[in-house]
């Protein structure tokens, strides 16, 4: 915890999962996201292509993948997570921080991660390391946001004016101390009359747009050096994933690069043989002005 102080109130719960509202629409709303998501990537990539015909067949199939996954989540919910989630959360004088220590659910992000790495799929992975992201959050007093209490379902949500950040899950007997910590907190710290009553919508499907037409080069330096396309397709998940989501994702993205310039370095340098005489040559040595181009544009990209 990066706070030194001893927390004012702390406690561990267990979430249920199945018959939580809450958990499974954002299931849903996570499902159907990533769903878009997915067919607008897989679209951008066949428009390249100029496979139009194939881009509203293909995004059907995907709708219908993530309505499977979705119902594959209920079950995983149903087991082997048995309707619970092992959480713990802490209120302290600057913040509110959550983590999950389910050990199932750490133990299944991790084998995500490591397993889509090994079959090389940027879902798998991406997924896995999102999932390892929200495993401890964190929300500062000094933030902007707003909280609503629920005394129904025991909870209080932390929103920033267009999304929840973070619902915190008490205890029957130390719900009403919540709630009285977290309003005084707010009160003190002014977080609600930060929060801005426009939407910051416009600014993300910007920066969205940007990353695309940032990773554009680094598929064409794929294609000119005969290379895998998934460290592009895997730099353009996290980079969108960094906007939307957590911003230490940064940190994958610019692995992916740093990658991609290494994969370009050793295509640039590849000896051959010459075709008109016994010697040989260096690639570089015989790129066209667009190829210098595309290269030039591909190591400028920084998608932000």
Known sequence: MTEQQAPLLEWDIEVP??????????????????????????????AIQGEWHVILPVAGMLFCLACGLFLLALVIMAFPFRNRMAMRFAITDKGLRMQTIDRTARIGNRTAFWAGVALGSAGTAGSGLLAQSQEDQQIKWSGAFTARYEPATRTIAFSNGWRTLVRVYCLPENYQQAVAIVGERMAAGGAAARVSARSPLGGYLLRTLLVVVCCIPLFAVSE??????????????????????????????????????????GGMNEVRQSMFSLGTYRRYEVLSGDDWAIVVLARSARPS
């Open 17 to 46: 999962l199945l018959t939580n509202r809450f958990m499974v629409a954002a299931m849903a709303k996570a499902m159907i996201g990533a769903g878009l998501l997915v067919s607008a990537l897989v679209g951008f990539g066949l």
């Open 224 to 265: 000119m050096f005969a290379a895998s396309s998934f460290i592009p397709w895997l730099m353009l998940c996290f980079a969108i994933a960094m906007v939307w989501l957590v911003r230490y994702l940064a940190w994958v993205t610019l692995g992916c690069l740093a990658v991609q310039a290494a994969i370009a370095i």
